[in-house]
């Protein structure tokens, strides 16, 4: 395929139930210059036929098959093979407003930034997205000059790979790290470490399914853990190898806290195997602070209170 505006990549993984929904969005986007690559990353049920009626349908629809990888490596597949002069990533159970690859890349290109965020998206089952279309024109986005601090701050942007438009020259030193859950914030903290700025909207365009099992929803083990503190040092070495101190602080205080606050929710309503996964922890959470990748007066007094207790408990084993 020839270049064109905007590279769409869904990676589907058993989603036949949702994802004709989500394909349909795509058909009723009113930006027609675009491409869809579909990577069906080792489906079991109907996902390849329902991708490959999709296909047949549309010619700009392309179905990439392979064995289970994982959501990193569909991804970055995706990124390799995009024609498109932007990218953007879409969840196979979520869907999107008729105009949203539209005012996404009219924004993109009206503020010249290199990345474009939603800032607010809706929830399937809380909030209902209208799919009446909307003027252009009017429109209205905001330049956020400090990316990294910027991505914190508004709460209702999220350190996720989705809602996002990204001019593919962005991308070009970024890929998702391969093998682990929770690959998007250390995408995301890297990358926005590394451009000048970039366009808010507000517009409410991004459907993202709370009903759909999701890997933070699932049962937490201690493979999970594991790969939090994957990310936690990827994005540590990645900002100590380019000099970038400023930024690793800027994501230490807004987002590992994050990361530890959730272990720590986490394991607090486990109900299976908690006390190997304390154990587990504790060891983890003391290696990183003794390294200086955390700090106990970062954490707030919920998490405080629940790290405090765990090391109570763990010491009491």
Not at 69 to 86: C, F, V
Not at 90 to 119: C, M, N, R
Not at 140 to 148: A, D, E, H, N
Not at 225 to 239: A, K, L, M, Q, S
Request: net charge positive; hydrophobic share 40%.
């Amino acid at each position: 395929m020839s270049n064109c505006k905007i590279s769409v990549i869904v990676p589907v993984f058993n989603e036949a139930k949702v994802l004709p929904r989500c394909m349909d969005s795509l058909l009723k986007q009113t930006l027609r210059d675009m491409e869809v690559i579909c990577i069906n990353d080792g489906s079991t049920d109907n996902s390849l036929n329902i991708l490959q009626n999709y296909a047949t349908r549309d010619a700009r629809f392309k179905i990439i098959s392979q064995e289970n990888q994982g959501l990193s490596i569909s991804r970055n597949k995706g990124i390799n093979m995009a024609h498109g002069e932007y990218i953007f990533f879409l969840d196979s159970d979520d869907y999107l407003h008729p105009q949203a690859l539209e005012i996404f890349y009219q924004t993109a290109v009206k503020s010249g930034a290199p990345v474009v965020v939603s800032k607010n998206y809706c929830k399937l089952g809380k909030d209902v997205v209208s799919s009446a279309l909307m003027n252009i024109d009017n429109i209205r986005y905001k330049i956020c000059k400090t990316p990294l601090s910027g991505l914190y701050r508004h709460r209702l942007i999220s350190a996720v790979a989705w809602n996002k438009l990204y001019k593919k020259e962005a991308l070009q030193d970024f890929r998702f790290i391969e093998g682990i859950y929770f690959e998007d914030w250390p995408f995301t903290a890297c990358l926005f470490s590394n451009i000048k700025n970039f366009a808010l909207i507000n517009e409410k365009v991004y459907v993202y399914n709370t009903s759909s099992p999701s890997i933070t929803r699932s049962k937490f083990t201690i493979r999970k853990i594991h790969d939090y503190i994957v990310g936690i040092r990827y994005v540590y070495n990645y900002f100590m190898r380019l000099n970038k101190a400023k930024e690793w602080e800027i994501v230490r205080k807004n987002r590992i806290n994050t990361s530890i606050k959730m272990m720590l929710s986490k394991i607090s309503k486990s109900t299976d195997n908690i006390d190997e996964l304390e154990r587990y922890f504790k060891q983890e959470y003391v290696k990183l602070a003794n390294e200086h990748l955390v700090y106990f007066g970062d954490l707030s007094l919920k998490s405080k209170f629940r790290l405090i207790r765990l090391f109570w408990h763990q010491r009491h084993q």
